[in-house]
């Protein structure tokens, strides 16, 4: 179903990426005792990671939303935005780490698990409360911020981040919806 509003897309999206967050813990917690690794599983979340969770919904974030919340006099630094920043960098350091432990298994497996390990226990860290930060603090401050015509022209400017940037939206959806058949919710 369509979002009505823009704040409410972005909290949608959350549901997914959490739900893809939930099976990296579950992979995570037996990995040390593993064998082998499922390569093409960690190719596909990473995959998730760097295209629904980064380049589309913090896209939106930190090109849209939080310029937005600046113009209207939220400070760019400090709390909250500033911080919110630096937990996307530390997202994506912790994904270029999973992808290190993926590729260092094949020449090294006890070296590779340990990465994947410290790179999931760094994810299941700071998604979870990252979310929830923007969910019950920074998503209720914007949408008090905004009028119903800035929302609509934030809406707009997020279904054109939709088309230019993530042509396959709805099979990261269904990804993550797979993900927790098998895998259970956080
Ligand atoms: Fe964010
Ligand atoms: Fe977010």
């Not at 064998?35 to 939106?60: G, S, V, W, Y």
């Amino acid at each position: 179903m369509k979002p009505v509003n823009p704040i409410q897309m972005l909290i949608d999206e959350h549901v997914y990426i959490l739900k893809v967050v939930a099976a990296l813990g579950v992979i995570g917690s037996t990995i040390e005792n593993e064998e082998t690794i499922d390569a093409p599983l960690f190719a596909r979340i990473i995959d998730f990671m760097r295209e629904f969770a980064d380049r589309c919904h913090h896209a939106k974030e930190e090109d849209l939303l939080f310029p937005a919340m600046v113009a209207m006099g939220v400070p760019e630094t400090g709390c909250p935005i500033g911080g919110l920043l630096a937990e996307h960098t530390r997202g994506r350091t912790l994904i270029a780490q999973l992808e290190q432990g993926v590729e260092q298994f094949a020449a090294d497996p006890q070296a590779g698990k340990r990465l994947i390990g410290q790179a999931i226990v760094g994810i299941t860290a700071l998604y979870p409360n990252h979310i929830w930060k923007e969910d019950d603090m920074v998503f209720p401050m914007a949408e008090k911020l905004f009028d119903a015509g800035q929302l609509d022209h934030l809406l707009d400017d997020f279904e054109a981040v939709e088309r230019n940037k993530s042509a396959a939206h709805s099979s990261h959806i269904q990804f993550a919806n797979d993900l927790e058949t098998r895998f259970g919710k956080l």
